[in-house]
């Protein structure tokens, strides 16, 4: 595991977040998910998630709204971060090894 934090905010991911995640969880040190008033399951299959990784945690979006929503967003990922290295991990992004 390396010391490294993931911001992830996502909307209406249910059919990414979890293969995204499963795809990268064993290799970073945590994974803040901050759901953006979703629609459909997302919230559910994040929390199975951070049920079963300590690493994978939930964060509730900013009280922001208008174009600085996003950037509120990760802004208050990297704050939050444990570590040094931070990094934006959107839900649909998949990491890949061989």
């Known amino acids: 595991m390396y010391p490294v934090t993931l911001v992830s905010p996502g909307q209406n991911e249910a059919t990414w977040l979890e293969i995204s995640t499963r795809s990268v969880i064993h290799l970073v040190d945590e994974l803040l998910y901050f759901d953006d008033n979703s629609i459909d399951n997302s919230m559910e299959i994040a929390?199975?998630?951070?049920?079963?990784?300590?690493?994978?945690?939930?964060?509730?979006?900013?009280?922001?709204?208008?174009?600085?929503?996003?950037?509120?967003?990760?802004?208050?990922g990297f704050e939050m971060s444990r570590n040094e290295w931070v990094?934006?991990?959107?839900?649909?992004?998949?990491a890949y090894s061989e």
Request: glycine share 2%; charged share 25%.
């Open 47 to 76: 929390e199975s998630l951070s049920n079963e990784f300590d690493n994978f945690k939930i964060i509730p979006c900013p009280d922001v709204q208008g174009k600085k929503r996003f950037s509120s967003i990760l802004n208050r």
């Open 87 to 94: 990094m934006h991990w959107a839900p649909d992004f998949i």
